[in-house]
């Protein structure tokens, strides 16, 4: 079992740095060090900031090793210095920043090898090695959003998503009563997914599918963004504050911009690049609202026949290509239906990849929360100013996305990956 753990960790830990490699090799040292947009860090500070958290948790702490560069910790700590401000901070140059992860990277295969997966609860099944994982893999996936954001030519290639397999349409009746919310037994769950815990959700309607682009595109044509009754006090200002016409990225054209290619917007794709605030207005001008996180979990997890919480809307089985678009494969989302296996047991799609989901809850932690291994992970952001997002994008890894996996964003920002799905309660009768 050991053996086997560490075999599977080692290559969750390559497949993370290869993809990394890739990200950064893409594009040549001047574009490593520019800071492509203020929202973002500088590419080569995503790298070595990647190094630092390894260096930190696995070969200082796990290791017990001597620090490689005890110097940069102050330059890569991110709550220490904004993203703004990182391109003035005198951070190591890209071939430096090559052989100081390499180096770590070395000394943590080692530590790998040896030190006992058991104990210790940092070290416990390997936790802190798929913490590592899971966190350099996030900021691939930060990396990918930057490469959306440069200007320039084309760098990054893959080929398109499948096209759609079956029929999506219309909305799912979710039944009402109990299910188990987050994990007390997933391996490298991280803290703000724990403990799991029973929340009893009274019956609801959700979008079978995430709303598409050509559905979002009716809302832009109808005048969405110019009607105030549509958005929120705080929704309103942001939108004239930042002159907010369409999802980023399109060019009121029926044309938008990926990854440097200018092409048609896909009308069957998920929309993608929207704040919390324009996915609230497109709910309200709909007559409909976001789900709640908890009614979200219960859509991808919840077996009603079976009435356990499954790991993915499929089951518990890790997720594979046929499955969900996840892991970069492809450079955009896929169309609402290119995913049939990976539907949940009562017909709702692309839970898992394509666009992470705004939901309309404020991120917390869950009843019994502990902060673990830091307080910065999850706890220092909770309370009323980030929204929770689930399922995970066409840039998340499988390895920092299951059925319980939170991710949390400011409600203005638009820059990650980010679509929705609508909900709605059932009306007099609808319900059974």
Known sequence: MTTDLRARTALELLRARRRSIALTEAVDDGDLVRQHSPLMSPLVWDLAHIGNQEELWLVRDVGGREPVRVDIDKFYDAFRHARADRPALPLLGPGEAR?????????????????????RRLVRQGFAFGMIVQHEQQHDETMLATHQLRAGEPVLAAPPPPPAAVDVYGEVLIPGGPFTMGTSTERWALDNERPAHIVDVPAFFIDAGPVTNARYAEFVDDGGYLDRRWWSERGWRHRAESDLRGPMHWHGDGTRTHFGHRGPIEPDAPVVHVCFHEAEAYARWAGRRLPTEAEWEKAARHDPVAGRSRRYPWGDAD????????????????PVGAYPDGASPLGVHQLIGDVWEWTSTDFHGYPGFVSFPYREYSEVFFGGDYKVLRGGSFGTDAAACRGTFRNWDLPVRRQIFSGFRLARDPRPGEAG
């Open 99 to 119: 052989s100081y992860v390499g180096t770590v990277r070395d000394k943590v295969l080692d530590i790998l090898d040896t030190v006992p997966l058991e104990g």
């Open 319 to 334: 997720p594979g290509e046929w499955h969900a678009n996840l892991g970069q494969r492809h450079l955009r989302p896929a």
